[in-house]
T-cell receptor, first 115, second 114 residues
Framework: GDSVTQMEGPVTLSEEAFLTINCTYT??????LFWYVQYPGEGLQLLLK?????DKGSNKGFEATYRKETTSFHLEKGSVQVSDSAVYFCALSGNYGGSQGNLIFGKGTKLSVKP | NAGVTQTPKFQVLKTGQSMTLQCAQDMNHEYMSWYRQDPGMGLRLIHY???????DQGEVPNGYNVSRSTTEDFPLRLLSAAPSQTSVYFC?????????????FGDGTRLSIL
């Protein structure tokens, strides 16, 4: 079945450091890919998405490119801030069939940014 | 806008008790779903609904019931609580079932079963 694998944390960085969180997926067909962020005590918020190969999603300085050839959707940010400390989830959603619309999540990566 | 509202935020139950977790959305979304979040497991789909009167099982449905009598509400029922159901539960909704639609999440219900 479909699955998402993302790098395990926790990840600790200093402010202004470069961030990469790796995410790879296994899916039938061409899923949509998402990054969600969860701040402490809150629900998940959509950070960015990409719906087809080579699409780049971006938001708040974060970027991720849908790479079909490597089945990857790595999250990057050039300069992290303390306020970026959160748990980041990579997820996919099938675009057809019985699993259409249902999100499959990676296990999450906790990011801590130190001043 | 309220978005997706979950109640209660916290609940402690004894083994064998039943309860209903409430979820309501005010965005006229067709698709609603319930996930549970466990440490090191990410989020896993329990049940989902593509519209009023239509529900289906997700990855981990055992021990849970759902119904969708209105577009706005999608309650999750624990029939006989077990310690393995200790978790954080999230309700989510999206405009349609289309795979490219982002889902909007509530703030969660933290449930402890003793």
């Amino acid at each position: 079945g479909d699955s998402v694998t993302q790098m395990e944390g926790p990840v600790t960085l200093s402010e202004e450091a470069f961030l990469t969180i790796n995410c790879t997926y296994t899916a039938t067909g061409y899923p949509s890919l998402f990054w969600y962020v969860q701040y402490p005590g809150e629900g998940l918020q959509l950070l960015l998405k990409a719906t087809k190969a080579d699409d780049k999603g971006s938001n708040k300085g974060f970027e991720a490119t849908y790479r079909k050839e490597t089945t990857s959707f790595h999250l990057e940010k050039g300069s992290v801030q303390v306020s970026d400390s959160a748990v980041y989830f990579c997820a996919l959603s099938g675009n057809y069939g019985g699993s259409q619309g249902n999100l499959i999540f990676g296990k999450g990566t906790k990011l801590s940014v130190k001043p | 806008n309220a978005g997706v509202t979950q109640t209660p935020k916290f609940q402690v139950l004894k083994t064998g008790q039943s309860m209903t977790l409430q979820c309501a959305q005010d965005m006229n979304h067709e698709y609603m779903s319930w996930y549970r979040q466990d440490p090191g497991m990410g989020l896993r789909l329990i049940h989902y609904s593509v519209g009023a009167g239509i529900t289906d099982q997700g990855e981990v449905p055992n021990g849970y019931n759902v119904s969708r009598s209105t577009t706005e509400d999608f309650p999750l029922r624990l029939l006989s609580a077990a310690p393995s159901q200790t978790s954080v539960y999230f309700c989510a909704s999206s405009y349609s079932r289309s795979g490219n639609q982002p889902q909007h999440f509530g703030d969660g219900t933290r449930l402890s079963i003793l």
